[in-house]
């Protein structure tokens, strides 16, 4: 999969040998795979390299057309005046937000050291505690969260409060301490002006950890993902939501009614998240998760975690936190195909449902 950026709005575009692999998922005829099959190599790459211009000549369209407003042609009388110039429209909201992106006039927020750090440690299954001890030692409010989670009835089971960081640490146990912190240091990256967009942000954080939560049942029960890692992913899949909520809480004297941001939001989160996590130096997985979760079927690599997320994501909204439009979403969560993709029974995802309920009730206290 290629990066690409078009008109200021970064794309994820195939090459060859992904576009061969999407050809595969959404071909139903198999009628391209023959055609394929039967070149020879500078044939076939040939003809996957026109497909994959075809479909790159598609999303530029999609950003034209979302960006420019066609103003119709002035048809001049013979003879006659010449037609008096068409005035500027007004600019959507996705002309308002692209613009500032091409012109940089929008300041990405930047992950904390602690964030990065931790991000690193809880992709690697060798990493060492001790580093994590130190990185929280930086930071006062990071420690006195990590007591108070050493104290909290879901770790102390009674006992008395902890009394030193690392006590607390050895408490809560390293997977966990490191989950609860990327859940605490996501939370605390925004900031807003007005009172609705961080009462959307506080409505988008709790679906964000629904996600996340999910997301790690479904990796523990119906695939070989690391449960970590699909917390993770579940976590940031709507980050571009949290980072448009905010550009269009700093956009100045803004004419735009609520029901026209969410369409813009809708539109573009994706695109904007991949553009972050690309920012934040996040392997491309989460990008692809970012970009792809509502529309799995067009991930280009990473299928099985966007898959797993896609799904985190719509039974997130069936227990409540979240009400995003989904393709699927009148669906039975059993029948939605990121379940067949990940050959999960019905069993055990209701199993998943259950448990991953009550680990949302459980963190969101205490994150």
Known sequence: ????????????????????????????????????????????????????????????????????????????????????????????????????FRNSELTLPQLPEVGVELNKRLTDPDFDIAGVVELIRRDATLTAKVMALGASPVFAGGARPPRSLHDAIVR????????????????????????????????????SLATAVMAEQLAAEA??????????????????????????????DAPYGPDEVQRTIDALHGQFGATLLRKWRFDDSFAEVAMFHHQPQKAFSNLEIVAAVALADVAACRMGLGDEQHAFGDEELARHPSAKLLGISPEALDFAQQQARRNFDAMAQLV
Do not use: C
């Not at 690391?226 to 976590?235: K, Q, R, S």
């Open 1 to 100: 999969m290629g990066k690409v950026t078009y008109r200021g709005v970064g794309l994820a575009a195939p090459d060859a040998e992904a576009m061969a692999g999407l050809l595969e998922r959404v071909d139903g005829s198999g009628g391209a795979s023959v055609l394929l099959s039967r070149l020879d190599e500078g044939g076939r790459r040939g003809l996957l390299d026109l497909f994959a211009a075809v479909f790159r000549a598609g999303m530029h369209a999609g950003v034209d057309a979302s960006i420019d407003h066609q103003a119709p042609a002035a048809a001049a009388g013979a003879g006659g005046p010449p037609a008096a110039p068409t005035p500027r429209p007004v600019r959507t909201p996705i002309q308002a937000v692209v613009e500032r």
């Open 223 to 252: 695939s070989d993902l690391h449960p970590a890692t699909a917390f993770l992913h579940g976590l940031l899949h709507d980050i571009g939501r949290a980072l448009l909520l905010q550009i269009f809480d700093e956009l100045p």
């Open 172 to 207: 809560v146990g390293s997977r966990e301490l490191v989950k609860y912190l990327m859940a605490f240091t996501n939370r605390r990256l925004f900031s807003f002006k007005s009172s609705t967009a961080a009462a959307a942000m506080r409505d988008l954080w709790q679906h």
